[in-house]
């Protein structure tokens, strides 16, 4: 998989359902700002918890989305990988295939941030 290209398609097309659905679009938007909030829980805390959602429901275009965020937040490939390994521990084998997805999207989205 191209992440980069995916993720550049998959945001066309939500760009294009957006349209068609404005205020489900605010109400969502609205809805993740506050759940992405600092609070008890870290920004990067909480789009780690997403990503093992995402990993458990086996949403590639939401493992590019919270991947992108947590390279963004200063996620190392070590934390990462730990919380691949809890993804996988309580997924089983598709989670196992998903975290690997994750791993190469991360790899992908870091290069030239350091």
């Known amino acids: 998989m191209d992440w980069k290209t995916f993720m550049a398609g998959t945001e066309a097309d939500i760009s294009t359902f957006s349209k068609e659905v404005p205020g489900t679009v605010r109400g969502f938007a609205t809805m993740g700002q506050a759940a992405k909030k600092d609070g008890a829980l870290s920004e990067k805390t909480k789009e780690f918890i997403a ?3 995402a990993i458990a429901t086996r949403c590639d275009s939401c493992i590019g989305f919270h991947v992108r965020s947590l390279v963004r937040l200063g996620a190392t490939r070590e934390e990462l990988c730990e919380a691949l390994a809890m993804a996988t521990y309580m997924g089983g084998g598709p989670s196992y295939a998903y975290s ?3 791993l190469k999207a991360f790899d992908v989205f870091s290069e030239g941030q350091s």
């Open 51 to 53: 990503l093992g959602i």
């Open 100 to 102: 690997a997805k994750a």
